[in-house]
C-alpha cells in the first residue's frame, strides 16, 4: 500500500501564535509517532525511554542524552521499545529564527545548507547532557511564565541550544570540507575562502568579494541598500532598496516552504519587489549557485527522503516535490545524484 506522509504546517496548531512560531513542551511516546514531515525545524532531547528515529530513510537509536535537529520537509517517525516508552523535550520553531539569525552570524547558514550532510543526531552525555537538558527545561518554565521579555529570552535560549549543538556536532562528527570552510567562515576566519555556500573557489572568492565590499558600501551611505526614496540601479525604489538583505532570506526560506509549486525566478522577483538579475546575484551570492540549481537541489532532497521513507512510485516522487516534467526529474536527479531515482532507492535502501 502506497503511504504519503503527512504535511505539517506549524499553523496547523492552534496554540501556537502566528506572531511568535514557536513551541516547546515534554512529550510522551508509547508506541510509535507515525511517518510525517513538516514546513518548520524541530529540535528533541531524549530524557527517558529506548527506541529509534528514521529521518529520510536513515535510523537511528534514542536514548536518553540523544539530541536531534530536524530540517523542514525530512521525512521522519519515531518507534518506542515496546517495554521502554520514550518521554522527550520537542521544540519546534519557524524557519524565520534561523534566517534572521543568519543574517548576523554566517556560520548558521550551514545548519540550513549543509547539515543534510551529517547526521541530524547526536548523542550527549555527562556534562554535556545535563546542559542541554538543563537549557530545555529552562525554555520551557520560560514559556510557561508569560513574562515580560519572554519572547526576546526564548529567541536567545534558542540560538544558545543551536550555538551548543552545532559546536559539539562538529567537535565529534567527521566533517565534509565544505562545512568546515563555512565554519571557519562563520568564526571570522577565512571568509574569503569560503565565500558563497557550496561554491567553487573561484565563485567563492567573488562571493566573499562582493559581501565585503557590500558591507562597505552599507556603512558608507552609498550602497543601492540605502534608505533614499531614489530608484537604485537594481530597480527598487525607497524603503525596498534599504530592505534588500532581508528579503533575499525571505525568498530563501519561500523556495524551502513552496518547492512543490511552480516557481521562476522573474516572478520571485516580482512578489519580493527585485529586479531579476539582481535577484539570481543575491542568490549566488548567499547559497552560492544559480537560482535554477537551488530550487533544484531542494526539490531533490526532499525525493531523496520520499524515495527512502515511502513506497511513491518515482514518477510520484517527482510530482510530490514539484517536478511538471518525469524526464526533467530523471535528469535532474541523475545530476546531483549520480544515479536514477530507482538505482538511489535501491542502492540506499539495501545499504
Known sequence: MTFVPVN?????YAFISPEFPF??????????????????????????????????????????????????????????DRDAPITLYN?????????????????????????????????????DYASIRALMKGMMVEAAANQAWREVLLKLKLVE?????????????????RYQELAEAGTGQGREAAGGLGSEAGESGKASKEN????????????????????????????AASTSQATIWHVIQYVHTHYREELRLSSLARKFG????????LISRHVGSSFTHFLHEVRIRQACGLLLSTDLKVVDVGVEVGFGSFPSFLRVF??????????YRKQNLKN
Open 8 to 12: 505539517k504546517k506549524l499553523t496547523d
Open 23 to 80: 513551541h516547546i513542551s515534554e512529550n510522551n511516546i508509547v508506541q510509535s509517532f507515525p511517518l510525517h514531515r513538516h514546513d518548520f525545524l524541530e529540535c528533541s532531547l531524549v530524557i527517558e525511554g529506548r527506541g529509534h528515529e528514521i529521518v529520510n530513510g536513515s535510523k537511528h537509536e534514542l536514548r536518553p542524552g540523544t539530541f536531534t535537529l530536524l530540517l523542514p520537509y525530512q521525512v521522519h517517525e519515531i518507534i518506542a
Open 91 to 127: 521544540c519546534m520553531f519557524d524557519m524565520v529564527f534561523l534566517f534572521d539569525m543568519a543574517r548576523a552570524e554566517p556560520a548558521l547558514e550551514r545548519m540550513l545548507y549543509a547539515s543534510s550532510e551529517l547526521s541530524p543526531s547526536l548523542q550527549l552525555d555527562g556534562e
Open 161 to 177: 541550544l543551536l550555538i551548543l549543538f552545532d559546536r559539539m556536532r562538529s567537535s565529534l562528527s567527521v566533517v565534509p570540507s
Open 212 to 239: 565585503k565590499e557590500g558591507v562597505e558600501r552599507t556603512a558608507s551611505g552609498s550602497d543601492n541598500m540605502g534608505m533614499g526614496s531614489r530608484a537604485d540601479k537594481n530597480g527598487k525604489t525607497g524603503m
Open 274 to 281: 527585485f529586479n531579476a538579475s539582481h535577484l539570481s546575484e
Open 334 to 343: 541523475k545530476e546531483l545524484k549520480g544515479a536514477s531515482p530507482s538505482e
